[in-house]
T-cell receptor, first 113, second 115 residues
Framework: QQQVKQSPQSLIVQKGGISIINCAYE??????FPWYQQFPGKGPALLIAIRPDVSEKKEGRFTISFNKSAKQFSLHIMDSQPGDSATYFCADDRGSTLGRLYFGRGTQLTVWP | DTGVSQNPRHKITKRGQNVTFRCDPI?????LYWYRQTLGQGPEFLTY????????KSRLLSDRFSAERPKGSFSTLEIQRTEQGDSAMYLC?????????????FGDGTRLSIL
């Protein structure tokens, strides 16, 4: 069952533009929400993560916004670069209780130079 | 590099054969996870170890699949009597058990192709 719904499935952005990826979760038991970046032939790499008691977290060009009441969180990539072209996954991390990550289906981002 | 290491990176085998993958987690990470990823999908959880104890198994892990972590360090995932549907990327991740909100770190996976 899909416990994290991610959209859009694919995204094309011009260099310098803003990339926005959205996720919605179903369960209320959680520890935090990480975003992973995956390049072809590689495993997912942690990009940025947010705890549910924080509404926004920024690291460089990457920002997560969290809306607890709507059960949604989003990733914003400012000044998108061709090197950002990758697949991005949001996840629901139950942490120490259940251990597993529930991933969204991914967003394939292409940034045109 | 002290990240999660997986071997082999690629495995091609005929249907019906057995295969075994190995994962070496980040040292001192006591939690280890196996996931499976098919094309165009996010990773799906298979199983989870805390030290040498296998604490959780997904329904995806049929009786043809077995995972071990005998000394609480490296882990192996074996698939017996492989089927076409087993073709996928098998990912291993590890996490420190110290403190809260510790992220899972992934290896680069083993890509399995069944002929």
């Amino acid at each position: 069952q899909q416990q994290v719904k991610q959209s859009p499935q694919s995204l094309i952005v011009q260099k310098g533009g803003i990339s926005i990826i959205n996720c919605a979760y179903e369960n209320t038991a959680f520890d935090y929400f990480p975003w992973y970046q995956q390049f072809p032939g590689k495993g997912p790499a942690l990009l940025i993560a947010i705890r549910p008691d924080v509404s926004e977290k920024k690291e460089g060009r990457f920002t997560i916004s969290f809306n607890k009441s709507a059960k949604q969180f989003s990733l914003h990539i400012m000044d998108s670069q061709p090197g950002d072209s990758a697949t991005y996954f949001c996840a629901d991390d139950r942490g120490s209780t259940l251990g597993r990550l529930y991933f969204g289906r991914g967003t394939q981002l292409t940034v045109w130079p | 590099d002290t990240g999660v290491s997986q071997n082999p990176r690629h495995k091609i085998t005929k249907r019906g054969q057995n295969v075994t993958f190995r994962c070496d987690p980040i040292s001192e990470h006591n939690r280890l996870y196996w996931y499976r990823q098919t094309l165009g999908q996010g990773p799906e959880f298979l199983t989870y170890f805390q030290n040498e104890a296998q604490l959780e198994k997904s329904r995806l892990l049929s009786d043809r699949f077995s995972a071990e972590r005998p000394k609480g360090s490296f882990s192996t995932l074996e698939i017996q009597r492989t089927e076409q549907g087993d073709s996928a990327m098998y990912l291993c991740a590890s996490r420190s058990g110290q403190g809260s909100n510790q992220p899972q770190h992934f290896g680069d996976g083993t890509r399995l192709s069944i002929l």
